[in-house]
């Protein structure tokens, strides 16, 4: 049985142990555009072990609560000292209007329900609150985003270690890659205006990379799961997004 990528320990050393493609580098460059007090409230949706909840506190003196389905992630969460709770995005345990962000990485696309999930992070935002969300998303049928790069733009070493990562790729959070269409759709019916997007694709690739360097690919590799299937099984047509949508007033 292959482990789940999110767990295996030496994941936490990449990325600074934030479990998705960018790490906290890419939290940086979504935040510095905010106005943020330390009256902001934030709620972390999909909280993981807490790092980028911890980032958040420590580096713009913030207020962040956390949520995590993982008992494992909520009692991380707690020794960084951050409030958590153990939840769904589904159905979030907090009254109307608790928050001035709403922040959501690698977790929408996992969700049973993206109306459902889109609809909580608006009832619990405050008017004129902002979501910021990053996720997987299946290229080619987004609006107003660039063409998606191909292998043809990476180093060969990497193109072959994305292509020899499939398994990890495919059998992760981006088996079920959100369609940007139907989100912008959903947000612009649960009261949002959709303010910026961010193709963050390059990171998403440089982390499979690290992964097959690091040796951390070979995690979720199954007896029946050989070179050729990986590579017949490979999307690439999943990319990486940042998205900042503002609640309406």
């Not at 030496?10 to 510095?32: Q, V």
């Not at 079920?176 to 009261?191: D, N």
Request: net charge neutral.
């Amino acid at each position: 049985m292959s482990t789940p990528l999110w767990q295996h320990p030496l994941m936490a050393t990449l990325e600074d142990g934030a479990l998705r493609p960018g790490g906290l580098a890419l939290t940086r460059k979504a935040y510095d555009g905010l106005k943020l007090s330390p009256s902001t409230r934030i709620l972390d949706a999909g909280c993981g072990t807490g790092v980028t909840g911890e980032f958040l506190q420590q580096e713009y003196g913030v207020h962040v609560t956390g949520l995590d389905l993982s008992a494992q992630n909520t009692l991380q969460t707690q020794e960084r000292h951050i409030p958590v709770v153990q939840g769904t995005v589904e159905q979030l345990p907090f009254p109307n209007a608790a928050f001035h962000i709403v922040n959501c990485d690698c977790v929408l696309s996992l969700s049973s329900s993206l109306e459902t999930s889109i609809l909580e992070f608006s009832r619990v935002l405050c008017a004129g609150g902002t979501l910021v969300l990053s996720d997987l998303y299946r290229r080619g049928k987004n609006v107003g985003l660039s063409a998606p790069t191909t292998y043809c733009d990476l180093p060969q070493e990497v193109a072959r270690a994305e292509r020899s990562s499939s398994s990890c790729v495919v059998e992760g959070c981006s088996s079920s890659p959100i369609e940007l269409k139907q989100l912008f759709a959903v947000l612009m019916k649960a009261g949002f205006t959709h303010t910026c997007s961010t193709d963050c694709t390059k990171e998403l690739k440089e982390l499979t990379a690290k992964l097959i360097f690091s040796g951390i690919a070979s995690c979720c590799q199954g007896n029946t799961n050989t070179a050729q299937s990986r590579t017949a099984s490979y999307d690439k047509s999943i990319g990486y997004i940042q998205i900042k949508a503002v609640k309406k007033e």
